[in-house]
């Protein structure tokens, strides 16, 4: 069968197991000819089809079946191919599935529930989460709020999290993790709200809250009706725990997603106190997409 | 129709015109409702499917014949999707198709025949190719092969290019391809390979030269049999030119590619002079991979 623009093999099969198997055998041989790029089965119908681009090259073949699933959308939606060759954990924790994945390139990767959340290779991740090394830590008060990485008082609701960084991403989190507490920083394996309205309510202040809770947090009870009134809900009690003069980072979502970043922004228009922002944009090596960061701050009393 | 798990539609055309058109409409009716992987017209058959991947969730559909192809595969061979809006500028130049694609997040992206050359967002590429910041060049001599982008004494062999950035690309180019001969460069519009043996020839040296070629040079007369003897005659020209404590910067290829990283290595160690090498591992945002670049320098004698 020659490559040729289009062309498609269409042929019946005897039983629908049959035709897996045959489809199998010959994904293996039309992959390795680089002419693959679907192989379905319809009810007792397989084919295969190929496609030649614009510029008359092949596009790489979609796999399609194999134990190990390559595609992982990126937050704008866009498909694309990571070089994964090993699924090294997946399981489901009370709160998210988990998956450590390895990439031929950005080592170790973390998906939750299907979302790319961190690789080895993602320092810059880290790094602008942190303001951009632009801060001075030394003898300042820190609450991360989720990240499962390790820093100061870190509150981080998935104990399984916090294992598989332990086993797998020790380029990320270092020693830490071997003890949720040592002389001066302590890890709470709790939903970071009750933790947030104690704070709040002991009068706890910090000169740094870090949000790195997943794009859309996961709560044990989430008490508003929107993902946008519940992500304010955070905004608000770490402003109540920030200093005056304190800063407040956390990451925003992919620099396409214009309407969702004007939402957000929004969000920061109708905390209980006033407040100024500033944007950078980042690349995160594994994310495939430019990711935007926000640093938010009180407004000073005039 | 409903979505599900591998749904297919075949249906029957009247013309392969009609079917065109039909599927052309269909088309946006499916992808508006994240149901459409594939459209093909095959013969006077058209089809459309669906595909729901492992996690229950859809793939994002492949867009097919559209005007603008937004699947430039990287150099490891990955599917990966680009948020392309528009296609600003393309045509063959002498030497190679030039295309000017303008991605949402990327900003222009230089394209020359199929492979992302340069994007606006990539400073991370240009930064690397001259040392990473860690090199003062005031009062140096500085040699770019290729690049187009403008700096000292530069040898471009496509004027297209030339062109291209300084209409599209101005945020990776500034003024100087305004003019090309300023008090402190000049750019050549020549094939390298002859300027550099003239160089050679003249007993010319450089401080600095930057190999900013495209991975597959082009060459108006290639003298040698395989793209790897031609690789080796631009590196043992380079070195010719290159003082003795001077350094070659280069840009290798995808993380990915061990063995053509290795075979380039290797060709390191076949010039006519001893040289010795470092690498960097760097995310050139637009690439959506991570690429390696090497700076070569001659071995102190001893």
């Known amino acids: 069968m020659a490559a040729a623009r289009h062309s498609m093999l269409d042929f019946k099969l005897g039983a629908r197991a049959d035709g897996e198997t045959i489809l199998k055998g010959l994904q293996f041989i039309f992959q390795e000819q680089g002419m693959t790029e679907l192989?379905?089965?319809?009810?007792?119908?397989?084919?295969?089809?190929?496609?030649i681009n614009k510029n008359g090259s092949f596009l790489?073949?979609?796999?399609?079946?194999g134990a190990i699933d390559r595609y992982w959308p990126t937050a704008h939606g866009r498909l694309?191919?990571?070089?994964i060759d090993e699924v090294v954990y997946d399981e489901d924790s009370p709160y998210q599935n988990t998956k450590i994945l390895h990439s031929?390139?950005?080592?170790?990767?973390?998906?939750l529930s299907g979302d790319v959340n961190l690789a080895e290779s993602d320092l810059a991740f880290t790094q602008d989460?942190?303001?951009?090394?632009?801060?001075?830590?030394?003898g300042k008060d820190v609450l991360i709020l989720g990240g499962g990485d390790g820093m100061v008082t870190m509150v981080e609701i998935d104990q399984m999290v916090i294992d598989e960084y332990k086993k797998y991403m020790r380029k990320t989190c270092?020693?830490?993790?071997?003890?949720?507490k040592g002389d001066s920083y302590q890890v709470l394996i709790e939903d970071c709200i009750p933790v947030l309205?104690?704070?709040?309510?002991?009068g706890r202040e910090f000169d740094y809250v870090i949000n790195d809770l997943t794009a859309v947090p996961i709560s044990t009870s989430p008490e508003e009706d929107s993902t946008w009134e519940f992500l304010?809900?955070?905004?608000?009690?770490?402003?109540?725990?920030?200093?005056?003069?304190?800063?407040?980072?956390?990451?925003?979502?992919?620099?396409?997603?214009?309407?969702?970043?004007?939402?957000?922004?929004?969000?920061l228009g109708h905390l209980y106190c006033p407040v100024e922002f500033s944007k950078e944009i980042i690349c995160v090596p594994s994310y495939l997409e430019l990711w935007v960061f926000y640093t938010v701050w009180k407004k000073a009393k005039p």
Request: charged share 25%; net charge negative; proline share 2%.
């Open 39 to 51: 192989v379905y089965t319809w009810q007792d119908h397989g084919y295969l089809s190929t496609y």
């Open 60 to 65: 790489p073949p979609i796999l399609r079946g």
């Open 80 to 83: 694309v191919e990571y070089d």
């Open 104 to 111: 031929k390139q950005f080592g170790y990767i973390l998906i």
């Open 129 to 138: 989460i942190k303001g951009s090394g632009k801060e001075d830590y030394s």
């Open 174 to 180: 270092g020693d830490v993790l071997n003890n949720l």
């Open 197 to 202: 309205k104690r704070y709040a309510k002991e």
């Open 232 to 267: 304010r809900l955070i905004l608000d009690l770490s402003m109540k725990v920030l200093k005056q003069d304190g800063k407040y980072f956390t990451q925003g979502n992919c620099v396409n997603l214009t309407e969702a970043l004007l939402l957000y922004e929004e969000q």
